[in-house]
Each structure stands twice: as structure tokens, then as C-alpha cells.
């Protein structure tokens, strides 16, 4: 090999290497968000319809699995060329709706909610995860981290009651480990109320980890959780 045709050699294999590198790190951790039926479906915001299956189970439902960068930002649509494929997940279905199931109208099988999940958040992970690893890392974080059983051992309960948003955070900081970021939305009376919880997730989709950066709450200091 002629010593030009080597320099250039070289020079794609550096290129190669950094391309690959670059792609292995292009997020930093992920939200792993959980949110409450309840609040879901008694807002202004939006009209709430139940799933094909029926009216889900009253217990924090996934809402998503989500690349974020600890600068505030994240990526998203990473992947014009990885479309959901339902086959590839056919065995997780029957999990998957009850654990991760859609609220949105009209009256659904999921297929567009976790469809969207995909495209707009879990091809930006694919470094880590493909599909199937996607959504299974996202079930069994759903069994490490039982919101609702943190919760009700606390005393905080889905009543319609006001708890004190420092009790919610300690409750869930006792039983998982780690702070977690609360969203609240409101209903048509302006309560204030549990809406989202966010623990963050190492870019294995595996561990919990302390949050580098956690989203802004929006929510009152007494805030309600709403029954379902």
C-alpha cells in the first residue's frame, strides 16, 4: 500500500471509530415517567377515553421512556427509518396494556401510543436499546419503582385528598432511592394535582440514578390526588 493510500486508510478508521463513538453517546440518561390516570382524565387540558380492553387498572400508568441530555435538552425522531413494528413486541402486548395503557380518544388498542413513543423517543436510544429492549427495560422499571404502593404506605392515598408535594417526593425518595421530579396539571376547579412523577434512568434503561437535572414541577406546595 502506497503511503498516501495508508494516510487515508487511517484517517476513515479514525472517522469510523468517532462516528461510532459519537453514537453510543448521544444522550446522557433517561426520564422514566409514570403518570396517574386520575389526573389525566379530570382535566381541561384534554378528553380521557379508555382503551379497547376497558377502564385501566387505578395505578400509575408509563408514560414513557425518554433520552434527555443534562443540559435540559433531548433529542427526538432520531430514526426516519425505524417504524414501530408490533410484531417485534407481539408476547410484551398483554403487559403492555395494562401497564403502559393510552387514555386518549377515541377509544384505542395503544398501537398509535406506543407508536409514537418509538419513533419520537426510543430511536434516540437505540445505541442502548432496540425495540424490544426498549419497551422492556421501560416494563420492568414499571415493577422496580411501585408508585402507588410507595404512596399508600405513606398515607397518601388517591381520595381526592390534598398531600403536602414534600410528603409525595419523601415517599417515593424512601422507596425508590433517589428525588423524584413531580408534574402537576389542574382541573376544572384550578386544584392542583398529582399529575407525573419522573425518576431518572442510566442509559442502560437498567438502574435508577439521582436525577442531573429535574423538570419543573408546577405545582402548588398542598396538591390533590385525584381518585380514578
Not at 392542583?192 to 434503561?205: A, E, K, M, P
Request: proline share 6%; net charge negative.
Amino acid at each position: 500500500m502506497k503511503p498516501n493510500s495508508c494516510s487515508i486508510f487511517i484517517k476513515l478508521l479514525v472517522l469510523q471509530y468517532l462516528s461510532v463513538l459519537c453514537v453510543s453517546q448521544d444522550f446522557d440518561f433517561f426520564y422514566f415517567v409514570q403518570q396517574w390516570p386520575g389526573a389525566y382524565c379530570d382535566t381541561k387540558q384534554h378528553s380521557c377515553c379508555y382503551p379497547k380492553t376497558g377502564k385501566p387498572a387505578a395505578d400509575f400508568g408509563i408514560h414513557g421512556l425518554w433520552p434527555n441530555y443534562r443540559d435540559g435538552g433531548y433529542p427526538s425522531n432520531c430514526d426516519p427509518n425505524s417504524r414501530f413494528d408490533r410484531s417485534e413486541i407481539s408476547d410484551l402486548i398483554g403487559t403492555l396494556e395494562k401497564e403502559w395503557p393510552t387514555l386518549s380518544c377515541p377509544s384505542n388498542d395503544g398501537t398509535k401510543f406506543w407508536t409514537h413513543e418509538w419513533v419520537k423517543h426510543g430511536t434516540c436510544s437505540e445505541s442502548e436499546l432496540d425495540q424490544r429492549e426498549y419497551f422492556q427495560a421501560a416494563l420492568k422499571l414499571k415493577q422496580k419503582a411501585n408508585l402507588l404502593q410507595a404512596l399508600t404506605n405513606a398515607g397518601i392515598k388517591p381520595n381526592d385528598e390534598f398531600y403536602e408535594l414534600q410528603d409525595i417526593r419523601d415517599a417515593i425518595k424512601e422507596a425508590v432511592g433517589f428525588t423524584p421530579g413531580i408534574e402537576c396539571n389542574t382541573d376544572s376547579s384550578r386544584n392542583s394535582q398529582l399529575y407525573q412523577i419522573y425518576l431518572c434512568v442510566d442509559t442502560s434503561g437498567s438502574d435508577f440514578i439521582k436525577c442531573p437535572l429535574l423538570p419543573s414541577s408546577r405545582c402548588g406546595s398542598s396538591i390533590q390526588f385525584p381518585k380514578f
